[in-house]
Nanobody, 121 residues
């Protein structure tokens, strides 16, 4: 079993910054991609950013140049630095991790329960 726990969400004014963290724990041989998704009320869940074990990153157009994803492979942790926040960034942010339990096993995607980010105007 694998558990992901996010932290760092909260209320911030427009233009402010927040840093989200997500630590994976449990039976883990290796983690491939890690990422962040978000879901605003009444909207579909959308990809925010992903990062591979080698450090390659991918961002949604709406957050490019404002958000930065990073990871610490030793700690099985992924981060999301969010700058220049806008009210439209308000959502529940979920982290994900593609986890292999043993050498040669398939990678399974796990999701964290989410952390609320609210940006006031």
């Amino acid at each position: 079993q694998v558990h992901l726990v996010e932290s760092g969400g909260g209320l911030v004014q427009a233009g402010g910054s927040l840093r989200l963290s997500c630590a994976a724990s449990g039976v883990i041989f290796s983690i491939n991609a890690m990422g962040w998704y978000r879901q605003a009320p009444g909207k579909q869940r959308e990809l925010v950013a992903t990062i591979t074990s080698g450090g390659s990153t991918n961002y949604a157009d709406s957050v490019k140049d404002r958000f930065t994803i990073s990871r610490d492979n030793e700690k099985n942790t992924v981060y999301l630095q969010m700058n220049s926040l806008k009210p439209e960034d308000t959502a529940v942010y979920h982290c994900t991790a593609d986890v292999a339990f043993y050498r040669g096993s398939s990678y399974l995607k796990y999701w964290g329960p989410g952390t609320q980010v609210t940006v006031s105007s």
